[in-house]
């Protein structure tokens, strides 16, 4: 054990915060005292660190230090294929008993329970109720078996082969082909070209059995491997445990060196260009590779160092995100930033275009011109004190909120420091460390990091174009020279901004009042109504400390208007935000708010229009102001206008060309018997915008804020919570009457059908079948279809992918709606190999089948029940959850006390119900199936025609 040194360590790095920052540059930083790290004796870490958010739940993280850059050729695809093997048996777990062990604990596979291989890791994550002591043991039973323990069964190799190759199928497309011919060219000389985490099909479908074994020996191995858990535990008991379980893993005899690939050095700049007619956007990348360290450091230099970077980034981007709100955007959008490079040992500074449509030097040029300007003449001191509040918020809202974290997003932090090293601070560390270093960091400072970051070697260029679009594309000398020209440009001048209004509001509104007031005792919701009639519900809650979540709604939205105008009323809530608010122009607004926490955002959807938003505690009068200025005070601005329609209209142009969205877009018209308002947007749609009429349909839809019912959750105090309500939500214009939507007519069409609908290139399907109709609409039909959905799930991943071999992952999902009509649907889904379709939909059917029939056992049920019910007490105490439900239950008329009763509506499921619900819905007389198949079959499929 090494834990005396670490801890003698810790204490006196928290003495030297005492001291100033720039006596100690190079000082080792401290480490958050909440979490203990371990390493046993063989070599194996562990981080431990006691949590009680949520309670009874414990998150464990199972890392190792090897992915597929380490593959020998042999191999390729095979640490990927490991981290599947662990799933299919281990020493104490045969074949599948491990997933169907897991789940009677209340897990959901895919969900819950997860791994990922990447280049350099392996991770395994196993999240656990911890209620009972034995689901702690075996938990780590099955940890250790995974570190230690997989049989690699021949039999079970040969099965996982096909499920293996569905995730690949699952890969192919566009950017895949484009990859493949990029990647040679930018990443020459780098392992990391050649060892792609999903492999090789030819090594997949064919390896020795031994491959994959000898994988597992050479690499899980103490050394290269750690065990987070973050949760609800004693850390002592924990260590102990550990201590017990993995002790006993032994190092290889000789072990293999664990060599850190990095990209090797090259002159001049590589460009490699690509294009593909699945295309959805056009792209440029610059990367202008640096010197780096295979691992974060951790002195409060690097700290202090990615600061400065992440300073420079901040306002690097804001730069960018104006010209891409500018009226004429040079470009769809644009991204530069420094960060980590592909491979150990490097950074790189990164330029990314989207361009617009075949203006890819246009793009390119606007792109490197900001960049230049910022090289050649440096930030504001504006930009930077804006930068340092937002910063000032955020690390004021990390401190608040440290006692409120939950487990899954703690683990994550030590388990990058594990595999990446770097800091690894508490709360209040981090607030310390940032008070000494930002009174040292200076604007001229991070204006020269642009002249260390620009140079002509180590540089590459990558292009992804659409086909249409390629030919507009400039060759690599064009492009090159382009960079290297750009600080010859003498048109280029200093950055200039326009001072912003100091206020949102001149003075506040006359204010309302509230005429009643109620409070649910049990569900502690308050029913407050206010004199212009709008009614607010609030559930003030203690599960964050600084979080206000908001959402408003009123019955109409876009059904209220004709198909005519139909695409100005869907738009109309986006065009009004991104035209701003007041006084203030979109980028002004975001400049204003900076050091803020406060968001509202107006929707229009087809049945209703609202609001949602959040806000800090602190920023709360800044959030209501918002609130009130979304109803009364619309900005009209044409630039700003039709910079949004540009953007927009190229991005859905361009997602056209998609497979996977044709395949969408030909379905629901199937489904919807050709209705207008399910049409995907074409460039005709958006011609069809007017801009007054969007307007005009916006301000109709918020004139009557009295039809409004306000959802509030969280830390709220209600006496202020009132002033700010009578101030800014009673003094809303009403108009005395309520609203209601029409009915327009959005159904599922009866009857069975089929339908193959021929898109793309790839050998790939996608099967979606559908059962709808009219519906019994309440919270206990809703329960059962949603539990016979997950049996269901449960029961194709141990049919069509574990026994057949033949899917990634399928599922089965229910929804239902009450509005405007009782309806529901129930739908299965799962993406294959063409050729396996018949067969994988008769297996699916048939497990649906056998559900209708009773042919499922009461573990199977409560397998759902269980997980159900720990989501539920998970999500019960989330401020999203309340806020979500308590705007359901007000739309559906249902009683918002039982949003309490999760849990015991969980537990009066039967398999008796689910049979009878199942035989009373899901009928195969009104079943839609839709299948996606490439588009060669349906030339064969022409041909066979002709010839018959």
């Known amino acids: 054990m090494k834990r005396t040194s670490q801890r003698l360590s810790t204490i006196w790095a928290a003495l030297l915060l005492l001291l100033p920052f720039h006596l100690f540059p190079f000082q080792q930083l401290p480490t958050d005292p909440d979490v203990l790290i371990g390493k046993l004796d063989n070599g194996f870490t562990y981080y431990l660190r006691s949590n009680p958010k949520p309670e009874n739940r414990i998150e464990f993280r199972l890392a190792v230090k090897a992915g597929s850059i380490v593959e020998d050729d042999d191999q390729l695809g095979l640490a990927h294929f490991t981290e599947h093997m662990l799933f299919n048996g281990t020493k104490n777990f045969e074949k599948n008993e491990l997933v ?91 392992r990391y070209a050649e060892r792609l985490p999903i492999g090789e099909p030819e090594i997949l479908e064919n390896f020795e059995y031994d491959a994959a074994k000898r994988f597992y020996r050479d690499w899980y191995r103490p050394d290269l491997m750690a065990l987070i858990a973050v949760g609800d535990f004693d850390v002592a008991e924990m260590e102990q445990m550990i201590k017990e379980y993995f002790s006993d893993i032994k190092m290889p005899e000789k072990p293999r060196e664990r060599i850190y690939y990095t ?42 160092e990615s600061l400065v970077y ?81 910063f000032a918020n955020s690390l004021d809202r990390f401190e608040k909120e440290a006692d409120k974290r939950e487990s899954w997003s703690l683990v994550q932090g030590y388990l990058n420091h594990f595999l990446n090293g770097g800091p690894l601070l508490s709360a209040k560390q981090t607030r310390e460390m940032a008070e000494q270093i930002i009174p040292t960091i200076t604007l001229k400072e991070i204006n020269g990091l642009l002249d260390s970051w620009w140079h002509n070697d180590n540089r590459t260029i990558e292009v992804q174009a659409k086909t249409e679009n390629a030919a507009a594309i400039p060759s690599a000398e064009e492009m090159t020279a382009l960079l290297d020209a750009i600080v010859e440009d003498d ?88 035209m701003g608010i007041g006084d203030f122009s979109a980028i002004d607004l975001g400049k204003f708010l900076t050091g803020k926490t406060a968001s509202v955002q107006p929707y229009i959807s087809s049945y209703e229009e609202g609001l949602s938003g959040f806000s800090s505690v602190k920023d709360l009068e800044t959030f209501f102001q918002l609130v009130h200025l979304r109803f009364t005070n619309v900005r009209m601005d044409e630039s700003a206008f039709n910079s949004w329609l540009s953007r927009t209209k190229n991005l859905y142009v361009n997602f056209s060309a998609s497979p996977d969205l044709q395949y969408s877009v030909l379905r629901q018209r199937f489904m919807y018997d050709n209705h207008p308002r399910v049409e995907f947007p074409s460039a005709e749609s958006f011609d069809k915008i007017e801009l007054d009429k969007a307007v005009q349909i916006y301000k109709e839809r918020f004139a009557n804020g009295g039809d409004f019912k306000f959802v509030f959750v969280g830390n709220v105090d209600m006496p202020s919570f009132r002033k700010y309500l009578e101030t800014y939500v009673a003094s809303l214009p009403a108009k005395g009457s309520k609203e209601m939507y029409k009915d327009l007519g959005l159904r599922i069409i009866s009857g069975k059908h089929e339908k193959n609908i021929y898109v793309g290139v790839d050998d790939k399907s996608q099967v979606n079948i559908t059962f709808s109709g009219d519906f019994d609409y309440n919270l206990e039909n809703n329960g059962l279809l949603n539990a016979a959905a997950s049996i269901l799930s449960n029961k194709m991943i141990e049919t069509l992918r574990e026994e057949m071999g033949g899917v990634y992952g399928a599922g089965a999902s229910f929804s239902s709606s009450q509005y405007p009509n009782s309806t529901f649907s129930f739908s299965i889904s799962f993406p294959c190999k063409p050729e396996n379709v018949d067969k994988l939909v008769q297996a699916a059917i048939q497990e649906l089948e056998n559900i209708k029939q009773g042919n499922f056992t009461q573990e199977d049920l409560d397998k759902v029940i269980n997980a159900r019910k720990q989501n539920f007490e998970e999500q019960i105490k989330q401020n999203s959850y309340w806020q979500s439900m308590i705007a359901t239950y007000l739309k559906t008329g249902e009683d918002m006390e039982n949003i309490l ?43 066979e025609i002709k010839k018959n």
Do not use: C
């Open 100 to 190: 169907d062990f897991l789940q009677k604990m209340g897990l959901e596979f895919g969900g819950d329970l997860n791994a990922y291989t990447s280049f350099d890791e392996t991770v395994y994550m196993l999240p656990i109720p911890s209620d009972k002591p034995e689901n702690v043991k075996n938990a780590m039973l099955v940890l250790s078996d995974w570190a230690h323990q997989a049989t690699f069964d021949n039999e079970e190799i040969d099965k996982e082969r096909g499920v293996v190759m569905e995730e690949w199928r699952l890969r192919l497309g566009a950017y895949e082909r484009m990859r493949q011919q990029i990647w040679p060219i930018t990443l020459a000389g780098s």
């Open 263 to 304: 990209m090797p050095d090259f002159e001049g700049t590589r460009v490699a260009i690509a294009s593909d007619d699945e295309a959805t956007s056009n792209s440029i990348t610059i990367n202008f590779i640096q010197p780096g360290e295979k691992e974060t450091g951790n002195t409060f230099a690097d700290l202090r």
């Open 310 to 390: 992440s300073f420079f980034s901040q306002m690097m981007n804001q730069r960018l995100r104006e010209l891409v709100q500018s009226e004429n955007p040079p470009f769809q959008y644009s991204y530069s930033g420094y960060g980590s490079a592909l491979g150990k040992g490097k950074n790189d500074y990164t330029i990314s275009i989207q361009v617009k449509e075949d203006k890819f030097a246009e793009g390119l040029l606007a792109a490197i011109r900001e960049n230049e300007r910022v090289r050649r003449f440096g930030f504001t001191q504006g930009e930077l004190d804006r930068t340092l509040a937002s």
């Open 491 to 578: 048109s280029i001048e200093p950055y200039e901004e326009e001072a912003i209004a100091s206020a949102l509001m001149d003075a506040p509104p006359k204010p309302g009042k509230i005429v009643a007031e109620q409070t649910n005792e049990t569900t502690g919701i308050t029913h407050i109504t206010l004199s212009n009639g709008a009614e607010v519900f609030i559930k003030p809650t203690d599960f964050k400390n600084d979080e206000v979540r908001m959402t408003a709604f009123s019955f109409g939205g876009t059904s209220l208007y004709p198909d005519n105008v139909y695409w100005s009323a869907s738009n109309a809530a986006a065009i009004v935000n991104e």
């Open 901 to 943: 009763t999760g849990n015991e509506r969980a537990d009066t499921i039967t398999k008796e119900a689910i049979v009878a619900a199942l035989n009373k819905f899901v009928k195969e007389d009104n079943m839609i199936k839709t299948v996606k198949l490439p588009q060669n079959q349906k030339a064969e499929l022409q041909q």
